[in-house]
């Protein structure tokens, strides 16, 4: 007998796909063999028991019903599928309606999200309290404008924006109240988190992951197919790899990086957004401390380095900021059976003056590398080199990783 869970997760796949035009439902198009809910609800069951609701559009319940069980296995007594309604708020309440009386917390998902790693599933019920509402997201990359038509009228600051994720978690009771209120006041929300919000409760983010991209058009479509064909073939590449490697032990690597100042907006640099300071430059935000853990991670593992994950041939890292690139490299190491253990790091330049934010820094960077303590020192060389004479930024990072 399984113990009754106190966190549920409703699956929401009751949409009609109109910008995929797959001919189907959005949630029952193939990736490869399977469809975009059946790759959605094995992330969800790798993640802790929950009670799992996967909210249908009418006449596709008996395929989702399918798809249910094969995903879960011997968790199938944890699933139910329900009918969704005519828009999503209507098909949310209806998994709501099928809650058991044990739950306590929410977590409302889209299928269409369907690689999104089951730790994020994990972080978010944690992160769960009995007051606040709990989203994944991650950094706007892209320079944003506002504007009138096609005349732009001014720039848009991106360090106060976030683009939100799933699944977003919250308390029970308060959901369940703040979505009679929406019903009672005749307001339809697309957002779980704005109409918890709207309710006058708080939301708060956690970072988020770039594999929970949503599939909504062709392009979505195969991106997800070419990340699911390079999962595949990671783990036979990690097992001959790691066939001449110890059974155990720890595993140490180094990662250097150097930027050149002289990029557009705002300076990056360990993960921490620097008003005021020149940009460096690079294919992304040009963090070079970032870069530099994600290489010493990398060699660590014996698997490759950031241009070979994270380089040009990847232009969805373009502009993207350190949170996504530790929290992907977390992810490949994870997949090669490592956990990392600890980071070191230092940048060597006269600016920008660190010791002020260290401990920030610091904090953020663990945040992205799932918990992993991590440590950054700064320093100058004298007018010595490139970085003495105000050019750029060169970092140097030591990290342990622990085969699992």
Known sequence: MLPVPDTAILVVAAGSGTRLDAGAPKAFVGIDTHTILRHALEGVFAAAPAQVIVVAPAGFEGDAETELRAAAGDRIDLGRVVTGGDTRQRSVAAGLDALWGDVTRVLVHDAARALTP????????AAVDGETGIIPALPVV??????????????????????AQTPQGFPRALLDDAYAAAAASGIDYTDDAALFAAAGHRVRRIPGSARSFKITTPDDLERARHLLAAREAAPAEAMTQRSSRPSSGPRVGLGTDVHAFGGEGSLWLAGL????????????????????IVDALLGAAGLGDI???????????AGAHAEVFLARTREILAEAGFTIG????????????????????????????????????????????????????AVTAVAMIHPV
């Open 307 to 317: 241009g070979e994950h994270f380089g040009t041939a990847h232009p969805e890292y």
């Open 342 to 393: 600890n980071v070191s790091a230092q940048f060597q330049s006269n600016r920008p003056r660190f010791s002020g934010r260290r401990a920030e820094a610091e904090r953020v960077l663990s945040d992205a590398l799932g918990g992993a303590p991590v440590a950054i020192t700064a320093t100058t060389t004298d007018g010595l080199g490139f970085p003495g004479r105000g050019e750029g930024v």
């Open 118 to 125: 089951p730790e994020v599933i994990d972080a978010v019920a």
């Open 142 to 163: 892209d320079t944003l404008k506002r504007v009138d038509g096609d005349t732009i009228t001014a720039p848009v600051d991106r360090s106060q924006l976030a683009a």
């Open 273 to 292: 957004e620097w008003p005021g300071e020149p940009a460096l430059s690079g294919h992304s935000d040009g963090d070079a401390v970032a870069h530099a």
